[in-house]
């Protein structure tokens, strides 16, 4: 089975502060997403990526940036952590037309 | 804007009963379908995918799709306590990009 790996369950940060969220995936897959779900909102699509060093802005891409230097790692960042950012953050990844295997998620708490 | 449009519900069923859940999508070029369920505090999960027209069955799961009027639908037999949860639909953006859109999803309550 693919595993998608998120480095954080449940991350606190300070607001202002630099935030990494990191994801890993072990299936060689070429796409990989980062969105954010927030009650009532559903997914959101923040960045995607579709090969090495190339990301695509998705929906809501405002604050955020994303890195990826190796096929198996996409890590977003929130340059300057803001509590609108306080959120239930979600990696997929897929080959296309399979559908997206996601992480578990990191539950992002800014105070 | 491509979207995939679901009844937030909540959708309650007894326990024993066929759940069925549905979703319409506005773009025209989408190929593939795909249903997530998703429980609280947890990511979802991929428990059918529909490609052509017509009926596709996995264990309780049977999904249906109508490409003509772009209409997805999930049907859960036997629905139990346990098929509580949030089911999000979603589709393959017709740009190739390998990119979901998913709807809002709809909340199954099976009650004992």
């Known amino acids: 089975d693919v595993k998608v790996t998120q480095s954080s369950r449940y991350l606190v940060k300070r607001t202002g502060e630099k935030v990494f969220l990191e994801c890993v995936q072990d299936?060689?897959?070429?796409?990989m997403f980062w969105y954010r779900q927030d009650p009532g909102l559903g997914l959101r699509l923040i960045y995607f990526?579709?090969?090495?060093?190339?990301?695509e802005k998705g929906d809501i891409p405002e604050g955020y940036s994303v890195s990826r230097e190796k096929k198996e790692r996409f890590s977003l960042i929130l340059e300057s952590a803001s509590t609108n950012q306080t959120s239930m953050y979600l990696c997929?990844?897929?080959?296309?037309?399979?559908?997206?295997?996601f992480g578990s998620g990191t539950r992002l708490t800014v105070v | 804007q491509k979207e995939v449009e679901q009844n937030s519900g909540p959708l309650s069923v007894p326990e024993g009963a066929i759940a069925s859940l549905n979703c319409t999508y506005s773009?025209?070029?989408?190929?593939?379908f795909f249903w997530y369920r998703q429980y609280s505090g947890k990511s979802p999960e991929l428990i059918m995918f529909?490609?052509?027209?017509g009926d596709k069955e996995d264990g309780s799961f049977t999904a249906q799709l109508n490409k003509a009027s772009q209409y997805v639908s999930l049907l859960i037999r036997d629905s139990q306590p346990s098929d509580s949860a949030t089911y999000l639909c979603?589709?393959?953006?017709?740009?190739?990009?390998?990119?979901?859109?998913f709807g809002q999803g709809t909340t199954l309550q099976v009650k004992p």
């Open positions: 997929a990844s897929t080959q296309k037309g399979r559908g997206y295997t």
């Open positions: 299936m060689d897959h070429e796409n």
């Open positions: 990526s579709y090969d090495v060093k190339m990301k």
């Open positions: 773009d025209r070029g989408s190929q593939s």
């Open positions: 529909i490609y052509s027209n």
């Open positions: 979603a589709a393959a953006a017709s740009s190739n990009t390998g990119k979901l859109i």
